[in-house]
């Protein structure tokens, strides 16, 4: 079998090359990728010039597949030829205390994918068997890659304020991220209001049948469309921009809940004050355990919850350069990358 793979070189140039074909581990097994999605946080390593992506130079990028197992190792337990799979794309050291909780993301020795050699952007991925989880007949290939990273992402964060009193939420940032983020909430009947200083993005939620969409420029004023006049129960900034890091404070009400996702170089003004007067609750969330996306593939069931109305495009995996420069150039939807 011939393996392709989508390869960072540095400065936005990235080629589809052949690897070597290796054969699964003893703990390891074979997917054949169906689907594999574009991150927001690809993007920063196919604008990295070639000393700052260091070790993931001349390797396969990406970390949202979703395929079916086509071979399995000798002591493989929990999976078998023909089963499909999405995964939990940082692969955790399998032994401390945060791996056996299901919080790889915390692993003190944990590695992303592409860092491991195991970039999803690729036709055939091998991966250790604890990484994958076994995706129902019922979510599609391409849900599947929301659920290894966007999705994830997007849900860790909900279903934190979910069962809080939350009412009404104000969502700051409209990638994928953000847009995942209001179709889960609506789903679950809490309003969401999206902000975003970008108009393609602003056109494309509302394109999509969001109503409640407003410029940033404008979120001053911002509470006068707050069901309660003393501001939100909840917001969730997924953008990493100090300014919105603030502003997602400032139109809370007392009590409210404030989840950051985005990741910023940039230093956000906040106020102790904002803290301790309205008693607000600020909670870090990064991507999502183990045993959360096993909720959350139960919850999208149940619901009959899809996400392929935020698919931009899908693309073969033989143009992903052209969907990574399509992605790079602002536009706020999903791209998928189909290997075959």
């Known amino acids: 079998m011939k393996k392709i793979g989508a390869t960072l070189f540095g400065n936005k140039s990235l080629e589809v090359r052949e690897f070597p074909y290796l ?5 390891e097994v074979l997917i054949e990728v169906k689907a594999a999605g574009i991150c927001g946080s690809d993007l920063h390593f196919y604008r990295s010039s070639p000393d700052e992506l260091g070790a993931r130079y001349g390797k396969i990028v990406g ?45 003190p020795n944990g590695k992303g994918m592409a860092l491991a050699d195991a970039g999803a952007n690729t036709n055939f991925l091998k991966l250790p068997e604890n990484a994958c989880l076994e995706l129902p007949e019922n979510i599609s290939f391409e849900d599947g890659t929301f659920i290894a990273c966007t999705g994830a992402t997007a849900y860790n964060a909900v279903r934190q304020l979910r069962g809080q009193a939350i ?32 108009e393609s993005r602003r056109d494309f939620a509302t394109s ?29 900034e997924t953008s990493g921009a100090s300014n919105a890091q603030s502003r997602a404070i400032d139109v809370l009400r007392p009590k ?11 230093v956000p003004s906040i106020s102790p004050e904002q803290f301790i007067h309205k008693q607000i609750r600020l909670q870090g969330s990064k991507v999502l355990p183990t045993w959360a996306a ?10 009959r919850f899809s996400f392929e109305q935020l698919i931009q495009e899908k693309i073969p995996l033989q143009r992903a350069a052209e969907a990574f420069e399509m992605f790079e150039g602002g536009l706020s939807g999903k791209f998928i990358l189909l290997p075959n």
Not at 182 to 192: D, T
Not at 257 to 266: E, M, Q
């Open 208 to 236: 999509l049948g969001f109503e409640k969409i407003a410029d940033f420029a404008k979120t001053e004023g911002l509470i006068k469309i707050s069901p309660n006049p003393e501001g939100f129960c909840g917001s969730i």
């Open 167 to 198: 009412h009404n939420v104000v969502v700051f940032g409209l990638g994928p991220v953000g847009l995942s983020a209001i179709l889960m909430l609506e789903k679950m009947g809490i309003n969401a209001v999206g902000i975003d200083p970008i």
């Open 23 to 27: 054969e699964p581990g003893l703990n």
């Open 63 to 107: 970390h949202e597949p979703a395929g079916v197992v086509v071979q399995t190792g000798d002591a493989v337990s929990n999976f078998k030829v023909g089963d499909r799979v999405t995964v939990n794309h940082t692969l955790g050291c399998g032994h401390c205390q945060y791996c056996h909780q299901g919080e790889t993301v915390l692993c």
């Open 256 to 266: 409210g809940v404030v989840i950051y996702l985005g990741l910023s170089k940039g």
């Open 294 to 303: 096993v909720e959350m593939m139960n919850f999208m069931q149940e619901s």
